[in-house]
């Protein structure tokens, strides 16, 4: 199974975040290259913007 599919069925479909149902981003979490299950989060593209600010 990709991790796309890993992470939409651990979601269950919704920000693992803040449980918006929104558009969804696989985020990693730096300072990670590679994405994997155990670092990459499933979360609303609001709040992928939202921390890509502040690590700009």
């Known amino acids: 199974m990709k991790l796309e599919e890993?992470?939409?069925?651990?979601?269950g479909g919704k920000c693992e975040l803040t449980?918006?149902?929104?558009?969804l981003i696989a985020y990693t979490l730096p300072p990670e290259i590679t994405s994997n299950?155990?670092?990459?989060?499933?979360?609303?593209?609001?709040?992928?913007n939202?921390?890509?600010?502040?690590?700009?």
Do not use: C, H, M, P
């Open 6 to 11: 890993q992470l939409q069925a651990r979601a």
């Open 19 to 23: 449980g918006e149902d929104a558009t």
């Open 37 to 48: 299950l155990d670092n990459t989060l499933l979360i609303s593209e609001t709040l992928v």
């Open 50 to 56: 939202q921390l890509n600010k502040r690590s700009n």
